[in-house]
């Protein structure tokens, strides 16, 4: 199950540093000039997860296998990237295949990386972003307004609901709004989506700052978070850099150079896991001899639904799945420990799935 998360923003503020330091490796071009990135580079991370190395050892398992995201590193992006200026048509091409944006602002000062606008101002740059891929979505919608309120007039049903909400995305684009400020009922929501507009997407601010910002972060970045927190978003602070530079080393010396830079874990473990929670997902487990392995399913999923990502047959011929919470696991020494003392507990289709719950499915094709 693929969730991909755009990394996007202007030329020279860090986006190919930081999709290296995330997929640790050099496979996206970090160069000191607009559009060195030309084709989009897609990196498969593992999702960070310490419940599962524990499960693991219980279970006395052969193989670790962690959930994984895919990450995005898209063309920087330039003013007038709506009218196919700079990569303009690449990029929002490429951006529309996502599920998330991850904005990366440039906030620190190094006079030997040119910033296009000859200043460093990150909510600029994120106006900048932000106006390009609305003025796309105005476009778009526009196009395909004058289609469906031509079906809506015949008495199209569906017509009628999609040039509602076409009107609802308009409505707030026309006031200088993202679409995703539009309040959207849940029944609407495929309807919703399928308009795959832009601006709809969920964001995540990425503050990128220098590295002796990295721990405390500065005055750029903290604008970054005081704008995230009033539009109800998320902001990570990060040091592309450092990250770039912590990919590259063991996991004692990451633990080492963390502990110089007063940093308790790695920048990029709280962007992946910002990025998940972002998306609403959640993870479930499995664990046996064999392996122990996280499954990434969205939050609110029923266990027929969450048996579906291992396959299709668990979800067709799903009879019940054996559940043990992760920390009833851990307290009774594993699956065995944890049915004697009566904590595991036989779920039909209904249960929704809980975060950390250890599964086992009974299924019949």
């Known amino acids: 199950m693929g969730f991909k998360c ?18 640790q490796t050099a496979a996206a071009q970090a ?40 990450f995005v590193d898209i063309a920087g992006l330039v003013e007038g990237a709506s009218k196919g200026e700079g990569l303009g048509n690449q990029f929002l091409a490429n951006i529309r295949e996502t599920d998330a944006i991850i904005y990366v602002l440039r906030c620190f000062e190094d006079d030997d990386i040119t910033h296009v606008s000859g200043k460093i101002d990150p909510l ?9 891929l609305m003025l796309a979505d105005l476009e778009s919608l526009e196009k395909r307004k004058t289609n469906w309120v031509k079906k809506a007039n015949s008495g199209d049903k569906e017509a ?11 409505a707030e684009l026309n006031e200088g709004r993202p679409a995703r400020r539009a309040q ?25 700052v220098d590295e002796e910002s990295a721990a405390s972060g500065n005055e750029y970045s903290q604008r970054v978070v005081d704008f995230a927190a009033e539009e109800g978003s998320q902001a990570v602070v ?11 080393l063991d996991p004692d010396e990451q633990a080492e150079f963390l502990e110089t830079l007063g940093l308790e874990e790695p920048g990029l473990t709280r962007l992946i896991h910002s990025g998940y929670d972002l998306l609403g997902l959640q993870t479930y487990f499995t664990a ?24 299709g047959d668990f979800e067709k011929g799903f009879i019940r799945a054996e559940t043990i919470a992760f920390d009833d696991y851990v307290a009774h020494n594993g699956e065995a420990g944890a049915k004697e003392a009566g904590k595991m507990r036989a779920e039909g289709k209904d249960y929704v799935v809980q975060d950390g719950d250890v599964l ?3 299924f019949n094709v």
Not at 6 to 23: D, E, Y
């Open 288 to 311: 046996g001899p064999k392996e122990s392995r996280a499954w990434t399913i969205r939050k609110g999923w029923t266990a027929p639904q969450a048996a579906g990502v291992i396959h």
């Open 160 to 170: 009628k609901a999609q040039v509602a909400l076409i009107d609802l995305a308009l």
């Open 31 to 70: 160069a000191n000039y607009p559009f060195c990135t030309i084709e989009p580079n897609v990196g498969e991370v593992a999702v960070p997860e310490k419940r599962l190395a524990k499960l693991a050892e219980i279970a006395g398992s052969k193989e670790i296998i962690p959930a994984r995201m895919n």
């Open 184 to 208: 959207i009922d849940e029944d609407d929501r495929k309807a919703w989506n399928m308009l795959q507009l832009l601006t709809a997407k969920p964001v995540l601010y990425v503050a990128n």
């Open 6 to 23: 755009g990394i996007v923003g202007l030329p020279n503020v860090g986006k190919s540093t930081l999709f290296n330091a995330l997929t």
């Open 238 to 248: 990060i040091s592309a850099q450092i990250e770039a530079e912590i990919s590259q």
């Open 360 to 362: 086992l499915f009974r």
């Open 124 to 132: 600029a740059d994120q106006a900048v972003v932000e106006t390009e």
